[in-house]
């Protein structure tokens, strides 16, 4: 069975840091594309950043390049996202996402999300 | 980026009736090389992530009912729930991953009238 877990969400004032972790299973994460998706309270869904399979291509929306950093641990399994200078706009639940086998950027699995919180 | 916009923002609709929303992008997600529409639909219920019901449009993702139909092409699509279920509350979106950023539409509630 696919399993994403999220962690690391909290509450951090503005300009903080935050790593965001997810751990995979049940599935050989090396052959999938691997995402961040993000939804603020009682909003819609905002695609964050995504990475190759290898972690040689990473892209980010515009609003947090600089800024936030996906990485990726294949012998262990797990996603990261490191999140600098954090924003009130950033707050929101995150989820891990799992790029489908046939179309890459549609996400088949989904973890349950981890909030995070920016207010001082 | 390519924007991405749905209608209705909701919509009340009678149990085994249809339900209909549509998804216009401000570019077209046709990819001519191999004749793909780069658009997917997701289904979220109140407290849970998002599900994928169809992707490349029309292609229904494993397990869901066949009451969910994609169709469309280049810049304009539609996700029809043929007889609407109780189960079928939800927020409903489209998604483009013809382009990064990847975006998603403003979310269709379905509720029941």
């Known amino acids: 069975e696919v399993q994403l877990v999220e962690s690391g969400g909290g509450l951090v004032q503005p300009g903080g840091s935050l790593r965001l972790s997810c751990a995979a299973s049940?599935?050989?994460?090396?052959?999938?594309?691997m995402s961040w998706v993000r939804q603020a309270p009682g909003k819609g869904l905002e695609w964050v950043a995504n990475?190759?399979?290898?972690?040689?291509?990473?892209y980010y929306v515009d609003s947090v390049k600089g800024r936030f950093s996906i990485s990726r641990d294949n012998a262990k399994n797990s996603l990261s996202l490191q999140m600098n200078s954090l924003r009130a706009e950033d707050m929101a639940v995150y989820y891990c996402?799992?790029?489908?086998?046939?179309?890459?950027?549609?996400?088949?699995?989904w973890g349950q999300g981890t909030l995070v919180t920016v207010s001082s | 980026d390519i924007v991405m916009t749905q209608s209705p923002d909701s919509l009340a609709v009678s149990l085994g009736e249809r339900a209909t929303i549509n998804c216009k992008s401000s570019?077209?997600?046709?990819?001519?090389?191999?004749?793909?529409?780069?658009l997917g639909w997701y289904q979220q219920k109140p407290g849970q992530p998002p599900k994928l019901l169809i992707y490349?449009?029309?292609t229904r993702e494993s397990g869901v009912p066949d009451r969910f139909t994609g169709s469309g092409s280049g810049t304009d699509f539609t996700l029809t729930i043929s007889s609407l279920q109780a189960e079928d509350v939800a927020v409903y979106y489209c998604?483009?991953?013809?382009?990064?950023?990847?975006?998603f539409g403003g979310g269709t509630k379905v509720e029941i009238k």
């Open positions: 998604q483009q991953y013809y382009s990064t950023p990847l975006t």
């Open positions: 570019q077209s997600v046709l990819y001519n090389s191999n004749n793909k529409n780069y």
């Open positions: 049940g599935f050989t994460f090396s052959s999938y594309w």
């Open positions: 996402v799992r790029a489908h086998v046939y179309a890459s950027g549609c996400y088949d699995y």
């Open positions: 490349w449009a029309s």
């Open positions: 990475i190759k399979q290898d972690g040689s291509e990473k």
